[in-house]
């Protein structure tokens, strides 16, 4: 509120169901003739259905997102699975070699192992670098995921407040009373509608027609 001497004014919410009895309260404070009553409405409805369907949107984007890495963890462990069978079965022909190392004496069939561990050896390296790689993407993926589905929640959470925010204001009558003084004149006036003009014309015929019946006066002689 802000109050004067003369002028001032109340801003006002209240629940729009008791809103009825908040106006006869008012009313009732000074006679009908001290009120001017001005209603505003707004619609709403273009905002609500706006709202509705960023959050529609919102929600889809979000299922999307976690489908996407949910498939994501499925591709990756499919993908480690398969390169570390293979990694496992380079260890277990490695395995096989060194032994046949162990109890080979022959020069040219060693060569002939110590080769096939030279590339064996060569394709367990290329096997964990690819392993190494594919970790290396699954993760940033698997982050910038987590993120965008962090952002997601965030806007959808800010929406939803935008959403019971604007059910808070369609329940809700906000207003202003302005007072200001009036005059006794002002009071009569309310009262008594009088039009200036018109009360003057009046006058005026009513002087105008004295002086024109008016009698002349006699004089007796003594």
């Given at each position: 509120?802000?109050?004067?001497?003369?002028?001032?004014?109340?801003?006002?919410?209240?629940?729009a169901?008791?809103?009825?009895?908040?106006?006869?309260?008012?009313?009732?404070?000074?006679?009908?003739?001290?009120?001017?009553?001005?209603?505003?409405?707004?619609?709403?409805?273009?905002?609500?259905?706006?709202?509705?369907?960023?959050?529609?949107?919102?929600?889809?984007?979000?299922?999307?997102?976690?489908?996407?890495?949910?498939?994501?963890?499925?591709?990756?462990?499919?993908?480690?699975?398969?390169?570390?069978?293979?990694i496992?079965?380079?260890?277990?022909?490695?395995?096989a070699?060194?032994?046949?190392?162990?109890?080979?004496?022959?020069?040219?069939?060693?060569?002939?192992?110590?080769?096939?561990?030279?590339?064996?050896?060569?394709?367990?390296?290329?096997?964990?670098?690819?392993?190494?790689?594919?970790?290396?993407?699954?993760?940033?993926?698997?982050?910038?995921?987590?993120?965008?589905?962090?952002?997601?929640?965030?806007?959808?959470?800010?929406?939803?407040?935008?959403?019971?925010?604007?059910?808070d204001?369609?329940?809700?009558?906000?207003?202003?009373?302005?007072?200001?003084?009036?005059?006794i004149w002002e009071?009569?006036?309310?009262?008594?509608?009088?039009?200036?003009?018109?009360?003057?014309?009046?006058?005026?015929?009513?002087?105008?027609?004295?002086?024109?019946?008016?009698?002349?006066?006699?004089?007796?002689?003594?």
């Amino acid at each position: 509120m802000n109050i004067s001497d003369k002028y001032g004014y109340l801003n006002f919410a209240v629940p729009a169901d008791k809103f009825d009895a908040f106006q006869s309260q008012i009313r009732g404070l000074v006679g009908s003739r001290f009120i001017v009553e001005t209603i505003n409405t707004q619609n709403l409805l273009p905002q609500k259905q706006t709202i509705e369907q960023q959050k529609k949107n919102m929600e889809e984007t979000a299922t999307q997102l976690k489908q996407g890495r949910n498939q994501l963890n499925s591709s990756h462990k499919l993908i480690v699975a398969s390169i570390q069978s293979k990694i496992d079965r380079i260890e277990k022909d490695l395995t096989a070699l060194k032994i046949k190392l162990d109890v080979t004496s022959d020069p040219a069939k060693r060569e002939a192992l110590k080769a096939q561990e030279k590339d064996l050896l060569t394709e367990k390296a290329g096997r964990e670098n690819e392993l190494s790689n594919e970790n290396s993407i699954y993760t940033k993926k698997f982050n910038s995921l987590n993120v965008q589905i962090r952002d997601n929640e965030v806007a959808l959470a800010s929406l939803t407040k935008q959403d019971q925010d604007l059910i808070d204001t369609v329940a809700t009558v906000r207003g202003t009373i302005y007072l200001n003084w009036i005059s006794i004149w002002e009071v009569v006036r309310l009262y008594v509608p009088i039009n200036l003009g018109f009360l003057l014309f009046g006058a005026a015929a009513i002087v105008a027609y004295f002086i024109q019946h008016r009698k002349p006066r006699l004089l007796l002689p003594n």
